[in-house]
């Protein structure tokens, strides 16, 4: 069986993880792709680990998604990963186990990211965690395949085609 391709979808909350992953994942379907979308808080739920902010827990909690996103895409589906998870071995460790990886960083500017955080239904309900990007130092990618700017982007379809294209031979 070939292997799917593992979008992984990276960066601070509120730049738009899952907003992207709900379109991509939408856009492969239409190209008749076999796709599951896997979102890091959803993932925390299911896990049963509420409350694992600390820097090992979201190291942890990141191998983990990368370890079920291998699985699943070793079966032939493509998965889509949106997750935090920006630390430099899990990034090597995909890079490493998975033959289709496409990292995708978004990034936007502090006050859009801040505006959209304030959007969600209880604001309040994470500010005393650790926080990467504020406690908790983010390890970037080294060579993330895509960057996006999703202040400004829109997710067209010529945005997520061109997301696709490298790995369209699989």
Same mark, same amino acid.
């Given at each position: 069986?070939?292997?799917?391709?593992?979008?992984?979808?990276?960066?601070?909350?509120?730049?738009?993880?899952?907003?992207?992953?709900?379109?991509?994942?939408?856009?492969?379907?239409?190209?008749?792709?076999?796709?599951?979308?896997? &979102?890091?808080?959803?993932?925390?739920?299911?896990?049963?680990?509420?409350?694992?902010?600390?820097?090992?827990?979201?190291?942890?909690?990141?191998?983990?998604?990368?370890?079920?996103?291998?699985?699943?895409?070793?079966?032939?589906?493509?998965?889509?990963?949106?997750?935090?998870?920006?630390?430099?071995?899990?990034?090597?460790?995909?890079?490493?186990?998975?033959?289709?990886?496409?990292?995708?960083?978004?990034?936007? &500017?502090?006050?859009?990211?801040?505006?959209?955080?304030?959007?969600?239904?209880?604001?309040?309900?994470?500010?005393?965690?650790?926080?990467?990007?504020?406690?908790?130092?983010?390890?970037?990618?080294?060579?993330? &395949?895509?960057?996006?700017?999703?202040?400004?982007?829109?997710?067209?379809?010529?945005?997520?085609?061109?997301?696709?294209?490298?790995?369209?031979?699989?």
């Amino acid at each position: 069986m070939k292997p799917g391709r593992l979008y992984w979808i990276t960066g601070l909350s509120g730049t738009g993880k899952t907003t992207l992953a709900q379109q991509l994942t939408e856009y492969l379907r239409q190209q008749h792709r076999q796709v599951v979308m896997l &979102d890091g808080d959803d993932l925390r739920a299911v896990y049963g680990l509420p409350g694992q902010y600390q820097e090992h827990e979201r190291l942890a909690m990141g191998m983990r998604h990368a370890r079920l996103s291998l699985l699943l895409a070793s079966q032939g589906l493509d998965v889509v990963c949106a997750t935090i998870s920006l630390f430099h071995e899990i990034q090597q460790w995909n890079r490493a186990q998975q033959a289709h990886y496409i990292e995708i960083l978004l990034t936007c &500017d502090e006050a859009t990211r801040l505006h959209r955080l304030q959007q969600r239904p209880d604001p309040a309900a994470f500010r005393d965690t650790p926080a990467v990007g504020t406690s908790i130092e983010p390890q970037w990618p080294t060579a993330p &395949d895509h960057v996006i700017d999703s202040g400004k982007a829109l997710y067209t379809e010529s945005l997520l085609a061109s997301l696709t294209a490298s790995s369209n031979a699989t």
